[in-house]
């Protein structure tokens, strides 16, 4: 089942995110703050321009997307980004992924979003998870980047 968050899933998602974090070799590379996860959470819950949905499976929140909507940087125009989806290894190849993306695409139109951007920057099953995507009509558009100093 996928429901709106509240502020009574925060250390659920903040202890899926660290999971996450340990998971992806590229985010293990930087230090994780359980803190910093929660305010970012509670500003998205707190925020009319910002989406938190979770997924339960027996009651436990087994994986959750984050996401806003602004203006884009150089038009008026909103658009909606997403911040994160995770789902806890054991919840995955079921539902819950699915229900998660098709929340967040029907938020991002009621949010009067021009579009919706989506990725995969884990470094986990990217290309099972842009398939999903694409399986879920969205399509690639954009290669990501980086250098990494001191790691």
Request: with cysteine; proline share 3%; aromatic share 6%.
């Amino acid at each position: 089942m996928v429901r709106a968050g509240t502020h009574g899933d925060i250390d659920a998602l903040v202890a899926l995110g660290e999971a996450l974090h340990r998971e992806s070799p590229r985010f293990a590379r930087l230090a994780y703050s359980p803190d910093r996860v929660a305010a970012a959470i509670r500003g998205l819950l707190d925020s009319p321009d910002g989406l938190v949905l979770v997924a339960e499976r027996a009651g436990a929140v087994v994986g959750g997307v984050l996401a806003m909507v602004a203006p884009h940087w150089s038009s008026d125009d909103r658009v909606a980004q997403e911040v994160s989806l995770f789902v806890a290894p054991a919840a995955r190849g079921g539902l819950a992924a699915t229900q998660l993306i098709c929340g967040l695409v029907a938020w991002a139109r009621e949010q009067g979003a021009v579009y919706l951007q989506v990725g995969t920057s884990t470094g986990v099953h990217a290309e099972r998870t842009a398939q999903l995507y694409e399986h879920l009509g969205f399509r690639r558009c954009a290669i990501g980047l980086e250098v990494v100093y001191g790691v």
